[in-house]
């Protein structure tokens, strides 16, 4: 699947969170919104990284799963 492809899947996916690859080929993505204490205290993170597009999503995914029994604010 080419980069764009993944992009726009993952931004659909994820519409809480910017996703974007680095020079060096790197994924990263970072939330939209801070995050409150509860979202921090159950491993909340504001951005994460991977090695590859599928590789981000699962971090997305645990991401969303965590945030998931907490207050947004």
């Known amino acids: ?3 764009d492809r993944h ?3 993952m931004a659909r996916e994820f519409p809480a ?11 990263w993505a ?3 919104h801070p995050l409150s204490s509860a979202q ?3 491993g ?3 951005t ?5 597009p599928e590789e981000l999503r699962e971090q997305l995914r645990d991401q969303e799963e965590r945030a998931g029994g907490t207050a947004s604010s």
């Open 1 to 3: 699947m080419s980069f």
């Open 7 to 9: 992009l726009a899947e």
């Open 17 to 27: 969170w910017t996703i974007w690859r680095s020079d060096a080929g790197r994924w």
């Open 30 to 32: 970072t939330r939209h």
């Open 40 to 42: 921090r205290a159950a």
């Open 44 to 46: 909340c993170a504001m």
């Open 48 to 52: 994460v990284d991977a090695d590859g």
